[in-house]
């Protein structure tokens, strides 16, 4: 089969020559959160059937969605891929993506992760492998193996390579990942002054804002920007959630759940695992806030009734869990909470993070909804340092620690007004942080305290 060239130099093995280009068009559009990602694909194994990497490539489309139903397909794509490998002679890069979807298969994150680091080694501009590494890092909660990762490859890009904005995009949001903000701002504005369709560089400054505290700022970044973000696929619903992040922020409750309804929500039945994380993480969050968020959980718990036995992320099956446990189906979340405890003792990446912290995760958002504040911090506390594991970023994975602190308030008191000491230090934006601290101060009896953080909380809310 012979060698074509495509757009950053890198040779694909295809009969048709046309084959190089259409499938840097389909890595283009995966970076762009396109939504023509499958038919392109399908348009490149029509006309070119025979072509490895396009096999591989469906293993991997198949994987990103995260789910067992899925993953069963992508197996059946990686033996399709071990025929056409076995019956033509390919490069050493496109072998190493055969590789990096077996281990993907196998569940064996690390080593995916590794493959595809190793091919950005001689080929810094694979922007396939590049994104996969970003997405696998994020997911593995290391910020800084996210923000080394496309600092390795950056030199060699230049400003006449179609995608750089991709690349600066994605090394914005690994540096607010890894806690350099102003620098994520910088290279994420760069991105999006290129191409404000591109959504994840429009959500890296997006992020840099909610984690400063910079609410009103957000919305009118995220906002601003809405015409060109929302041409993208379901991506886009996650940027009305981090819109929707800030107004809760400020207390603008019947915008948030105008939000949630019209966007965040709007989707569920397509069932895609990232808006049902941010579905169910808004009406946690809501309900914490003390917001009646009336029948919304339902089309959330009927979705994740799918997912009882997927456990291919940890982070996304515990929200399915918090649907499953808001809607009322109490036996299929212990059959969800059971399934992730027995995955615990399996070698897979993920089932480590089971171990590590999905277990006691699961304990208390069972505890917390069956009414036991006291249960639920138990079950937090000791793992709270370790949360990061299960991967996602800060702002979603500040739901747990609001969680915890939450519960604190009202079953550990002296716990809770630590706690919040902490909290309001590190987020002192946050007003219903201070309202918390208030609330715990106050059940110490420092009512002078607990005065002036109810204070702090009523300038944050009228400022706005
Ligand atoms: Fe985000």
Request: with cysteine; charged share 25%.
């Amino acid at each position: 089969m012979p060698r074509v060239e495509g757009r950053y130099g890198l040779a694909y093995t295809a009969d048709k020559p046309e084959s190089a280009a259409r499938f840097d068009d389909l890595v283009g559009a995966y970076l762009g959160f396109g939504r023509d990602i499958g038919d392109r694909l399908k348009a490149i194994l029509t006309d070119d059937p025979e072509m490895p990497l396009a096999h591989v490539a469906k293993g991997y489309l198949f994987k990103l969605f995260g789910s067992a139903a899925m993953s069963a397909r992508a197996a059946k794509a990686l033996a399709d891929a071990d025929a056409r490998f076995a019956a033509v002679a390919t490069t050493d890069r496109e072998r190493l993506h055969l590789e990096a979807l077996r281990a993907w298969c196998a569940d064996d994150l690390d080593r995916t992760t590794e493959l595809w680091e190793r091919i950005l080694i001689d080929h810094p501009k694979d922007a396939f492998a590049l994104r996969l590494a970003h997405f696998n890092h994020f997911y593995a909660g290391e910020g800084r193996k996210m923000r080394d990762s496309v600092a390795r490859v950056l030199p060699d890009w230049s400003d006449a390579d179609p995608d750089i904005g991709f690349v600066h995009g994605m090394y914005g949001f690994a540096l607010e990942e890894a806690g350099d903000y102003a620098a994520g701002e910088r290279y994420g504005r760069m991105a999006v002054e290129r191409n404000p369709k591109d959504a994840w560089s429009v959500h890296a400054v997006a992020h840099v804002m909610e984690m400063q505290g910079r609410h009103a700022e957000g919305i009118e970044w995220v906002r601003g920007l809405e015409p060109a973000w929302s041409t993208t696929n379901n991506f886009r619903f996650h940027l009305y959630w981090h819109r929707g992040l800030y107004h809760l922020e400020r207390h603008e409750f019947d915008e948030v759940l105008k939000l949630y309804d019209d966007h965040v929500a709007s989707d569920i039945a397509s069932d895609m695992y990232l808006d049902v994380c941010n579905a169910a993480s808004m009406l946690w969050r809501l309900e914490m806030y003390g917001v009646d968020v009336g029948g919304r959980w339902r089309d959330l718990t009927e979705v994740s009734l799918r997912h009882v036995d997927d456990h291919e992320l940890i982070f996304v099956s515990l929200h399915y869990l918090m649907a499953l446990l808001k809607g009322g189906e109490a036996e299929a979340a212990a059959r969800m909470a059971a399934q992730l405890e027995s995955f615990a003792n399996s070698a897979a990446t993920q089932g480590r993070v089971s171990a590590r912290v999905g277990v006691g995760t699961v304990a208390a958002m069972t505890a917390l909804a069956r009414g036991d504040a006291g249960t639920a911090v138990d079950a937090l506390l000791p793992i709270r340092y370790d949360i990061w594991c299960m991967g996602g970023s800060h702002a979603q994975r500040d739901l747990f620690e609001e969680m915890l602190v939450s519960a604190a308030v009202k079953a550990r008191p002296h716990l809770a007004r630590a706690l919040l000491a902490e909290r309001t230090a590190s987020k002192p934006a946050s007003a219903w942080s201070w309202r918390q601290y208030a609330a715990a101060l106050r059940a110490e009896g420092r009512d002078e305290a607990a005065a002036s953080a109810d204070k702090r909380a009523e300038a944050l809310l009228t400022a706005v």
